[in-house]
């Protein structure tokens, strides 16, 4: 069985550092250009071939076997409760999973009527408010999802932010944090097995590249 591991890689804002820590540990990456259409790289050179997919779909190229290892945010994988092993927390793309109101709105009242809450994220959010007590509606969005109280279609969001200054544009301010999120290598429970060798010496080389705590 060939030992090349096959690397799911989230496109967007994650990738330029995801590609510049494994180019740390020393691994050739390929060049891609935000315009480049391609989603497959192979570097033979560093026995891995590299997947660009959507961020919400590598937890499903790992889990499946499409792809032996991959790059997801901590926020995807406590949405998705995918089977995957996760290893190492790559501590780059850090962010926090917020809820967020209009500047000026109180905290809910766990007695007040059911919330409207918008949001990626429906299962965090259902998780986080049953913990609270609190009854919500929620209303699942894909984007955007700062428009949603300013145009009353929601009391609350719940979504990911890393500087804020999206919402502090739309005059909304954080009421809470659910959880702290950064890049994860996630492991098909498979490939860990049958690739082990491979499988460990990246992990380790990637460990020690990361970048220190702060």
């Known amino acids: 069985m060939s030992d090349m591991l096959t690397v799911a890689l989230s496109k967007g804002k994650l990738l330029p550092p995801t590609l510049a820590l494994f180019q740390k540990a020393g691994y050739a990456v390929p060049h891609i250009t935000k315009d480049d259409r391609r989603l497959v790289y192979k570097c033979a050179e560093s026995g891995l071939s590299f997947l660009v997919v959507r961020p919400s779909d590598v937890p499903t190229y790992v889990e499946y076997g499409a792809a032996d290892v991959g790059i997801a ?37 766990r007695l007040s009527s ?90 380790r080389r990637l460990r020690r590249s990361r970048p220190a705590l702060n």
Request: proline content about 4%; glycine content about 6%; overall charge neutral.
């Open 73 to 109: 945010g901590k926020d995807l994988l406590l949405e998705q409760h995918m089977d995957v092993y996760e290893p190492l927390d790559l501590r780059i793309g850090g962010c926090r999973i917020v809820v967020a109101a209009v500047n000026g709105q109180d905290r809910p009242n």
């Open 114 to 203: 059911k919330l409207r809450v918008a949001t990626k994220y429906p299962h965090v959010t259902e998780s986080y408010f049953n913990q609270q007590g609190i009854p919500v509606e929620i209303i699942k969005l894909y984007g955007s999802i700062e428009l949603a109280p300013v145009v009353g279609l929601s009391d609350r969001i719940v979504d990911l932010v890393s500087t804020g200054q999206t919402l502090k544009v739309n005059n909304l301010s954080v009421l809470d944090v659910i959880a702290w999120s950064s890049a994860r290598l996630i492991v098909n429970r498979a490939s860990l097995k049958m690739k082990h060798e491979v499988m460990t010496t990246l992990i």
